[in-house]
């Protein structure tokens, strides 16, 4: 029986106060996020114009339901996060803000389709991949078998790993390529990949950065020229999603396929609402916030942290003393705000309604996925992955304790990869 003294606990009253305080911060800050955003809106509407000759559209002003105003082709491949994003003066219609982007690239001038936009980083390593014209393909990082002489030849396994949100393939060649055994060093070939708008690879300001997008390129850079018939897949948090479409389409040549913290939801507006929460704390979850609802305010945080990344880089390397920067310091800065923009929305948003039709697919291709998620996930929720096995009974689960987004893999990288070397032989032999 609960007494008085337990239901007015000095700890719960002090819990309701802490929720109550961010609540309200979270209501006054987002909403004068909300002014600055619309302010912005119309500061890059008019600066585009006299830098580039040409203003830039943006997504401030939502459009009919069903309609697909970009030109893009198949099904509602634009995500509905994209003009339905909540901002009170958008709602009230305060601002005649620019109109919806049109199916021609509003960043190019005359017939420079290629021109970095002026708020985008210009070092030869971000526009490098600019200098082929014809033939623009995925930077990957390959780690080949290491055959010994005299050593009785077998069949090599292809494994393709795909890297989560602002990271690169990087992330793979820290932590899986040096933990591989001797026998996976023997007898399989890995190929860690930059997805499209991200790391090395291209960056193209007139591409809507869809699941189509990134599939396609996915099989442009490793699937055909390389002749994978059969392949794993490895991949984490907004990877699942491009590697289940990827699965999906090649579910014939798929082994199995490893999910590392899976954003699984059900729509567009639950992937975003539950992903990324419109509260001041924590930071992690303000920064996302900040970053997926405000169109305009998240490209000035990319023109003063991406555009500027050398000077960051010097001045992170001359505090830490150290003449290499951790990885995920150097992936956070390699993208532009429009791949990243995009990318999140018409990925890890769009891309919810789809994923029951891939798990279906991959059903009946016999494909065995299994799942990986830290109990103290806060960025996507370990819900995702129970409701993924609740969508299919043949998904395997493995619940890391005391891991978080990042140290499910990071903080336990041998025994990551040991696992998936199990796992790949459980299916090889």
Request: glycine share 4%; proline share 4%.
């Amino acid at each position: 029986m609960m007494t008085r003294e337990t239901a007015f606990s000095p700890g719960k009253w002090i819990s309701t106060i802490s929720e109550t305080s961010i609540s309200v911060a979270s209501a006054v800050v987002f909403f004068m996020l909300d002014i600055l955003d619309v302010i912005m809106c119309v500061f890059f509407r008019f600066f585009d114009e006299f830098v580039e000759g040409k203003s830039s559209s943006c997504y401030c002003i939502g459009t009919g339901k069903g309609e697909n105003p970009a030109g893009v082709d198949g099904e509602s491949e634009l995500s509905e996060s994209l003009n339905r994003r909540k901002n009170v003066f958008r709602k009230m219609r305060l601002l005649i803000t620019p109109k919806i982007r049109s199916g021609e690239s509003p960043f190019c001038v005359g017939k420079t389709k290629r021109r970095n936009r002026w708020s985008d980083c210009g070092c030869e390593a971000c526009v490098n991949w600019m200098n082929n014209e014809t033939d623009s393909r995925l930077h990957l990082l390959i780690n080949e078998p290491e055959r010994k002489k005299n050593s009785p030849e077998t069949t090599v396994q292809n494994v393709v790993l795909i890297h989560g949100f602002l990271s690169s393939s990087l992330f793979w060649e820290e932590t899986v390529f040096p933990n591989l055994s001797e026998n996976a060093k023997q007898n399989y070939r890995l190929f860690a990949v930059d997805l499209f708008g991200f790391g090395k690879s291209p960056k193209p300001s007139d591409s809507f950065y869809t699941l189509t997008d990134h599939v396609e390129m996915l099989a442009k850079s490793i699937i055909l020229p390389f002749k994978l018939n059969s392949f794993h897949l490895v991949a984490h948090s907004m990877g699942c999603v491009i590697a289940l479409a990827l699965a999906a389409k090649y579910s014939d040549f798929v082994k199995s396929i490893t999910l590392v913290a899976p954003p699984y939801f059900s729509s567009s507006k639950e992937a975003l609402t539950r992903l990324v929460r419109r509260r001041v704390w924590p930071p992690m979850l303000f920064a996302s916030a900040l970053m997926s609802w405000y169109e305009h305010l998240g490209r000035c945080v990319c023109f003063f942290i991406c555009r500027h990344h050398r000077a960051w880089e010097s001045i992170f390397k001359l505090l830490t003393r150290k003449r290499d920067l951790h990885f995920s310091m150097i992936d956070l800065t390699r993208h532009t705000h429009h791949s990243a923009w995009h990318t999140m929305h018409n990925v890890v948003c769009g891309g919810a309604k789809f994923l029951d039709t891939y798990l279906e697919v991959l059903r009946g291709g016999r494909v065995k996925i299994h799942v990986v998620h830290g109990s103290n996930d806060q960025v996507v929720p370990v819900e995702c992955s129970f409701n993924m096995k609740m969508k299919d009974a043949d998904v395997e689960i493995h619940i890391i304790p005391n891991a978080d987004h990042s140290s499910v893999i990071l903080g336990r990288p041998e025994d990551f990869t040991r696992n998936l070397e199990r796992l790949w032989a459980s299916i090889d032999d």
